[in-house]
């Protein structure tokens, strides 16, 4: 009977090593791919804040009748950097999505969930934002080779497609807050 339990407990030690290592071989991997992922997020907003700057200098000029403060070569920068973007929010995303085959890292999980809502309001936001930078290139365009246009009427026909974006940049916020409050809590950038 002796024998019984201790193969007994030995089989139960054995296996809690198992499990213990197993996680902590998904810990590392997790931390990885979180790491790798938020990389390419933290690129994606670096690119994301100077398209945002650079946008916000044009709608703010336009809504105040004014020539936007930028270069026609600035403005024929916008696909690209919304190209690189969308590529950085992609990359980002397949490393988040990846970390859902790891077992025993739920919170980690948790979290690239909620960046994975984060990189498709991202994606959203950026082809609104394209969308709409297609409709006002040809018009910026003209303004820079000195016709008159009527941008504020354009801008009138796409405040549903501004509107939208307001409630995407509220809506990625939220996102972005909410996976960095998980992120601290469950303490997993330690």
């Known amino acids: 009977m002796k024998k019984l339990v201790a193969v007994a407990l030995a089989v139960v030690l054995a296996l809690t090593m198992v499990v ?9 991997e997790a931390k990885e791919i ?6 390419y997020y933290k690129d994606a907003q670096e690119v994301g804040d100077v398209l945002e700057a650079l946008q916000a200098s044009v709608l703010g000029a336009i809504l105040q009748g004014q020539t936007p403060d930028v270069t026609p070569e600035e403005v024929e920068t916008v696909p690209t950097l919304i ?3 969308l590529s950085n929010v992609a990359a980002a995303e397949a490393e988040y999505q990846s970390m859902s085959t790891l077992s025993g890292v739920d919170d980690y999980v948790e979290y690239a ?3 994975i809502l984060a990189c498709n309001i991202y994606t959203e ?5 394209g969308g709409l930078t297609e409709k006002l290139a040809p018009l910026l365009t003209q303004m820079f080779a000195g016709e008159e246009v009527d941008l504020q009427s354009l801008l009138s026909q796409e405040a549903t497609t501004l509107e939208t974006i307001t409630g995407l940049q509220t809506k990625l916020e939220t996102a972005e807050k909410n996976a960095a409050k998980i992120k601290q809590e469950k303490k997993l950038a330690e």
């Open 113 to 115: 969930e909620q960046m």
């Open 20 to 28: 213990v290592i197993g996680c902590g071989a998904d810990t590392s």
């Open 34 to 39: 979180m790491a790798k992922a938020d990389g």
């Open 83 to 85: 190209s690189e973007v």
């Open 125 to 129: 936001l950026m082809e609104a934002a």
